[in-house]
């Protein structure tokens, strides 16, 4: 073509290059959308579930045993967006999860569109002795409060300190899908980060086997530096196929993370204060590290929930004091299923007001803090030592 140097031709040659760019560029952006569409669909598929499952994890720094473990009770209905979740620490060996036993005190939240409950329940008599609520739920609290640390991935997200990002938003236009042996392979690269996701399509409905994301370009408040989250065992549940064992191995930046109002570090330890005391440190430092963990998933469940079901388990009693996280300067109280302002709760409870003890500093700690994955692990280390 080029031989024959006529400005026809020349002129075609230009005109098809056009039209043939213009269609490739067409054809990998549908190519995109179809790998992300796959791995949509797979989440879409999950819509209710319940499950139980325990973490237990280690720094990778410090060597090959585990340290910690948590056990977590959990009820999702991912389209009204609901979450009633119980968090527990396990005390014993954690080389023998088996042989455990659950802390004395455990943690219940209740997550909703505008609701936000978060307890702390004495175990044995299963009574709330502290009780955290907003007064205005804004909406981020859906991915900010729902406390996925380990779990994130299972369900599309990413943990990145405090936040958690959406991983079908980061499958973007440039994002390559490969199809081989039944697998689908989706990678996208920007300069910011790479992820790579290994579907697996023809046997297991397009069940997400790996995940790997690593950032390049760390930005403001960006912690999450790797994460690998690798499926060993999945099991199908009403045609629908779930991991029920898997590894997270999350890497991390240096980074600051600020405390929650009302909380601060004095002496090395958490406690909790009043707005006008400034006494202590706000924000805490903590040094870059590589969290492993192993989970394991058992009793899942994909039933519809009624909205009955998603309720506190735990007793409340009358007059337990309700931290307002977006409103600490105002006193409130719990009264016959309800938060009412601190003054009605002494009117119909004979003056009788339960303060918030030391359970609140227990409860912030594991649930107040969100990040279950990083500061809570440096929290109990911290303890033992």
Known sequence: MRSKGTLLIIIGYFVMHFVFTDTTAAQDGDTA????????????????????????????????????????????????????????KMIGDPQKPNQMKPAPVSSETLL????????????????????????????????????WGYLAPVFGYLQDGNQYLSISD?????????????????TCETEAYRLNIRLATSSKGGMPEQISFTRTKPGENETLKSMLYTVEQSTEQS??????????????????????????????????????????????????ATLVAEVTLTDIHL???????????????????VTMQDAQHLQYAWLDGKI?????????????????????????????????LIVGYFVLSKRRA
Not at 52 to 70: H, L, M, P, S, W
Not at 119 to 143: C, H, M
Not at 173 to 179: A, C, I, P
Not at 346 to 372: A, D, E, P, Q
């Open 112 to 147: 909703g569109s505008a609701l936000y409950y978060s307890i702390g329940v004495k175990r044995d008599t299963n009574t709330a002795q502290s009780f955290v609520s907003y007064l205005e739920p804004t909406k981020p609290l859906w991915k900010e409060s729902v406390g």
């Open 33 to 88: 959308l179809s790998g992300r569409n796959l791995y949509l669909n797979y989440l879409d598929q999950i819509h209710q579930i319940s499950f139980t499952n325990q973490n237990r994890d280690r720094i990778a720094e410090d060597g090959d045993v585990f340290t910690n473990v948590i056990s977590q009770k959990w009820k999702i209905d991912f389209d009204k967006k609901q979450v009633w979740n119980v968090v527990t």
């Open 340 to 372: 009412v302002p601190k003054v009605d709760a002494l009117k119909n409870t004979g003056g009788f007001y339960f303060k918030n003890g030391s359970g609140m500093r227990w409860l912030l700690i594991i649930n107040g803090l969100i990040i279950v």
């Open 303 to 321: 039933d519809e929930f009624s909205d009955n079901e998603f309720q506190i388990q735990a007793k409340v009693p009358n007059g337990l004091g």
């Open 170 to 186: 980061l499958l973007l236009d440039q994002t390559e899908v490969k199809q081989s042996g039944g697998v689908t392979e989706l």
């Open 239 to 288: 045609g629908i196929w779930l991991p029920v064992k898997y590894q997270c191995k999350v890497e991390t930046f240096n980074q600051q993370h600020q405390l929650p109002k009302g909380v601060r570090v004095i002496n090395g330890a958490f406690v909790v204060v009043s707005e006008e005391n400034s006494e202590g440190e706000d924000s805490i430092d903590v040094p870059a």
